[in-house]
């Protein structure tokens, strides 16, 4: 059976995940989603297996896509339950030890598992079930938290969303909870403040400081409204949007796909007995292994480890085509404000998982070498047969979501009563593209939209 597994495995070949779904892949960055629709049906197989989580997330993305929001919203409750319900397989963990993370159900990245109740708020939005919204939003930050319990000895960079904060002040406001909203956009100032200003380099967009001041205003606050005019150095003067207004996302490009690279390691003296550490000059870290439960055998082999490599996944930044966009109405341009780099969230949180992780990477590594080294001194044809099969299996899992924007941008533009023409224009270095959006002005109406520019530069994968 395990080498039937084995067998299994090294006959998937080297390629990523990306390079096996590349179909898929170019149907989705040239906006053709029927076919990528279709490409979903006629792999049926990819929702079951190790795989099926993904397949549930594309799902749910291209169904967005194509305006099928409650079941766009199916598949992605489907994915949200395959979250909840992820138990550890022992045996497959065993399995993944002596050959490689690959052959387990695909877990997903921190953001990604964030990121699927963004799209679900998004979709009870466009069915105007704004209490729907709100549960995706506030789902957002319990999950967060339960991912952060599990990291109180490792510092996690991304802990607070704040994204997910300001969209939740957007739909409180947008369902007349000027209070709710206020908090909200509070909460979403202090996430961009300290978290997002610090790790992803992301400065506080403009438009949430006067969402801020209005809700502020809006619910008789005057110490909060006075206190945010200083710390802003605004002086703050109300101006009602008596004919609704339209807040408008663009989520420009894709995210990163993940390649496989591999990090080398060389063994140090020990102060401690029965430890081996492991050193990487590159990553200038150390790893202590301890054997110290380990048959005398292995313990020898362990001894005679000198050096060896990790294979671990790398991001593959998918740079966007176009670099900037804005809104054009009553001879009035609205730029877009960078919301949440994805991009970035995805490069910093693996860094974080993979100073987590390696110490498992590396147990998987030096337990592979000791069972070659106590099979060579049984039969030293065997020891060959293993060093074999262990050089094939060594592989990095290079699972991921890869629909997933590159970043997303937001900007909120005021209506004038009766009919409003918008005209969206994206640019980039050789052109400009551009799209018209109507809209009828009314009293107290909000209304959502999002633009997803699918046009991309391919990653530089192996």
């Not at 067998?7 to 590349?22: E, L, N, P, R, S």
């Not at 990604?112 to 009870?124: D, R």
């Not at 300290?194 to 205003?217: C, H, I, S």
């Amino acid at each position: 059976m395990l080498l039937f597994l084995l067998f299994g495995i090294i006959a998937g070949g080297c390629a990523t995940y990306y390079q096996q779904h590349q179909q898929f892949q170019q149907y989705i960055t040239s906006g053709n989603f029927q076919k990528a629709d279709q490409w979903l049906q006629n792999n049926q197989h990819e929702k079951e297996g190790k795989n099926k989580l993904l397949f549930y997330l594309n799902h749910g993305y291209v169904g967005w896509m194509l305006d099928q929001y409650e079941e766009s919203n199916r598949h992605f409750q489907k994915a949200d339950r395959i979250i909840e319900d992820y138990i550890k397989n022992y045996g497959l963990e065993a399995l993944s030890l002596v050959t490689n993370p690959t052959v387990k159900p695909y877990k997903p990245e921190d953001f990604e598992a964030v990121m699927l109740h963004y799209f679900t708020a998004l979709n009870y939005i466009q069915l105007n079930d704004y209490e729907g919204a709100l549960v995706e939003c506030r789902r957002i930050n319990i999950r967060l938290n339960q991912l952060n319990d599990k990291y109180q000895d490792h510092k996690n960079r991304y802990q607070r969303d704040a994204f997910a904060h300001n969209l939740m002040g957007m739909i409180y406001e947008a369902d007349g909870d000027y209070n709710n909203a206020f908090i909200a956009y509070r909460n979403a100032f202090e996430a961009y403040k300290e978290d997002y200003t610090e790790y992803f380099n992301m400065a506080v967009p403009g438009q949430l400081k006067k969402d801020l001041l209005r809700t502020a205003y809006l619910t008789g606050f005057q110490d909060e409204v006075r206190h945010y005019e200083n710390l802003f150095n605004i002086e703050y003067d109300y101006q009602p949007k008596e004919h609704g207004e339209v807040i408008f996302f663009w989520l420009n490009g894709f995210g990163p796909v993940k390649d496989e690279w591999s990090i080398h390691f060389t063994k140090v003296p020990s102060p401690r007995e029965n430890y081996v550490i492991m050193q990487s000059r590159e990553l200038d870290v150390s790893f202590p292994i301890y054997i110290g439960d380990k048959s005398k055998k292995e313990k020898e082999a362990f001894s005679e480890l000198r050096f060896f490599k990790v294979a671990f996944p790398k991001y593959v930044e998918r740079k966007p085509v176009y670099k900037d966009a804005a809104v054009y109405t009553q001879n009035q341009k609205y730029s877009f404000e960078l919301a949440q780099d994805i991009n970035e969230i995805a490069f910093k949180t693996l860094r974080d998982r993979m100073l987590r992780e390696m110490g498992n990477a590396i147990l998987r590594i030096a337990t592979k070498k000791a069972l070659e080294a106590l099979a060579d001194e049984e039969d030293e044809n065997l020891g060959t047969i293993i060093n074999i099969v262990n050089t094939l299996t060594e592989k990095a899992d290079t699972r991921n979501w890869q629909t997933l924007p590159y970043s997303i941008h937001y900007t909120r533009i005021p209506l004038k009563e009766g009919k409003n023409m918008l005209e969206v224009k994206a640019f980039s270095g050789k052109g400009e593209k551009s799209e018209t959006f109507k809209f009828e002005g009314k009293k107290n109406k909000m209304y959502f939209v999002s633009e997803h520019t699918t046009v991309t530069n391919p990653p530089r994968v192996r």
